[in-house]
């Protein structure tokens, strides 16, 4: 019998790990909506980040514990209790928004439009975005080329340089601070006690609860070719980096937030993080420190999008593995130059509603995949949750269309319904309740179910 030896790993070996999960989570939307968030929230930007924190730090944190804890590797492992063609539509839904119809073209032009835009003149930045997005994912298929690469590229390379930047910008803007937060104006709705629900539907936005569902098939297998084989071990691996990285990354939104309350001082409102950034570094660095924005919002675009094009290329070629793992990268950056090149304004206008669908399913997979070990991941229990999931959370999603679909008869049928039989729906919270009723139903269900095969035992002694 032969038996697998696991390398054993050194705390360098982990943090290499964990910075390649900081990497592949920290892309230039969360960079920007932090700040966003400060601004929005003034002085109650405390319980604000508190909120953004759940969605954007500790979902993500239980989507990889999710992946480590049932020994998954990917999200089709995630769903698949609820049988293989329903792990397989989610699947293709989760890596569609977060890869090329959404979040994968998003880095690319919040990285054009923030970074290298303000010194395009207006009548050019059509055909500017158009060879930026082209050669932005020339790099991006380069980098991941070699699954074997995409650890060093990342955990070894483009994140340590994104931290070193960061810090830099940290420090200059701490040590002379704009304004005081304490006296900082909050909008309508960040006043009162909206404040944190406000910050927890903000986190929807960096997509990282998906996304983590979706990379567990890049980091499984990153630490496999570290020298870890067995499946524990690997889960181990995982859920140690996964606390350490998310820690970083809610350290990070916290002094994000901060900066975006105290540039009130100088600055208002402004239309979304990436401008207010930009307003923050210029009033400190004038051109050079546009320039130096430039270079940190490429480097930390470019570290997600090589983890989202890796990862859609790896979970496609596992399902569909007639095409290979090559092949399915050049179609993904394929479409993410295709789709960003409509624009930043298009793509987060259409991807608010798909997320307010997607992310109430993806919170109670996580939930449920990680404390399946109490119902001996019962697929009665998934099934009910998610029955009573996904109605209301499709509610959710039409009232998040753009006006020609949520202001027509049948969106505002649909949202007159919402708002009188669903409690919390004025939150977009809809499914909360449901969801509950449900994971109440399935648990019900599965202990009646156990305790009558207990009798059934005992009656057969």
């Keep these: 019998m032969v038996f697998m030896m696991d390398k054993k790993?050194?705390?360098?070996?982990?943090?290499?790990?964990?910075?390649?999960?900081?990497?592949?989570?920290?892309?230039?939307g969360n960079l920007i909506f932090p700040v966003h968030l400060g601004q929005l929230a003034?002085?109650?930007?405390?319980?604000?980040?508190l909120g953004f924190l759940v969605t954007g730090v500790l979902l993500p944190l239980g989507s990889v514990l999710a992946i480590a804890m049932t020994r998954a590797e990917g999200v089709f492992d995630i769903g698949k209790p609820l049988g293989k063609s329903f792990?397989?539509?989610?699947?293709?839904?989760?890596?569609?928004?977060?890869?090329?119809?959404?979040?994968?073209?998003?880095?690319?032009?919040?990285?054009?439009s923030t970074g290298l835009a303000?010194?395009?003149?207006?009548?050019?930045?059509?055909?500017?975005?158009?060879?930026?997005?082209?050669?932005?994912?020339l790099v991006a298929f380069l980098l991941s080329y070699k699954e074997?690469?995409?650890?060093?590229?990342?955990?070894?390379?483009?994140?340590?340089?994104?931290?070193?930047?960061?810090?830099?910008?940290?420090?200059?803007?701490?040590l002379n601070p704009l304004g005081a937060a304490a006296g900082a104006k909050a909008t309508a709705a960040y006043a009162g006690n909206t404040s944190f629900v406000s910050g927890f539907l903000e986190g929807y936005n960096t997509m990282d609860a998906l996304a983590g569902l979706a990379f567990g098939v890049t980091v499984v297998s990153a630490i496999r070719a570290m020298g870890v084989k067995r499946d524990g071990a690997v889960a181990l691996v995982t859920a140690k980096a996964g606390v350490l990285s998310m820690s970083?990354?809610?350290?990070?939104?916290?002094?994000?937030?901060?900066?975006?309350?105290?540039?009130l001082g100088a600055f208002k409102v402004s239309e979304n993080g990436g401008v207010a950034l930009s307003q923050v570094v210029t009033e400190y660095g004038g051109t050079f420190g546009q320039a130096f924005l430039a270079t940190l919002i490429t480097v930390t675009s470019l570290t997600t999008a090589v983890g989202l094009v890796a990862a859609f290329a790896q979970d496609f070629h596992k399902h569909f593995p007639k095409v290979s793992y090559h092949a399915w990268l050049a179609l993904s950056c394929l479409m993410s130059f295709g789709a960003a090149n409509f624009g930043l304004d298009t793509i987060i206008t259409w991807s608010l509603p798909v997320l307010m669908f997607l992310y109430p399913l993806a919170m109670v997979l996580?939930?449920?995949?990680?404390t399946s070990k109490l119902f001996k991941r019962d697929s009665v229990v998934y099934f009910f949750t998610v029955l009573f999931t996904v109605v209301p959370a499709f509610f959710d999603m039409v009232a998040s269309?753009?006006?020609?679909?949520?202001?027509?008869?049948?969106?505002?049928?649909?949202?007159?319904?919402?708002?009188?039989?669903?409690?919390?729906?004025?939150?977009?919270?809809?499914?909360?309740?449901?969801?509950?009723?449900g994971l109440a139903l399935g648990l019900i269900l599965h202990f009646t179910k156990s305790l009558k095969a207990v009798s059934l035992t005992k009656e057969n002694e």
Excluded at 10 to 23: K, M, N, Q
């Design 87 to 112: 792990a397989l539509v989610f699947m293709v839904l989760i890596h569609a928004t977060i890869g090329p119809f959404f979040g994968t073209p998003r880095t690319a032009t919040v990285s054009f």
């Design 118 to 137: 303000p010194f395009v003149p207006e009548k050019f930045q059509t055909v500017t975005l158009f060879g930026f997005s082209a050669l932005f994912f």
């Design 148 to 174: 074997s690469h995409i650890l060093k590229n990342i955990g070894k390379l483009l994140n340590p340089l994104f931290l070193l930047l960061l810090t830099l910008v940290f420090f200059v803007a701490f």
């Design 366 to 370: 996580i939930v449920l995949s990680v």
């Design 9 to 28: 790993l050194t705390w360098r070996d982990y943090l290499v790990v964990s910075s390649l999960l900081f990497g592949l989570f920290f892309g230039v």
């Design 42 to 49: 003034g002085h109650n930007w405390l319980p604000a980040v």
């Design 401 to 437: 269309l753009p006006a020609v679909i949520s202001q027509s008869a049948f969106g505002k049928a649909v949202v007159g319904f919402q708002n009188t039989y669903l409690p919390l729906a004025s939150y977009s919270l809809s499914w909360l309740v449901p969801a509950l009723v």
């Design 248 to 263: 970083a990354v809610a350290l990070v939104y916290f002094l994000l937030t901060l900066l975006g309350v105290q540039s």
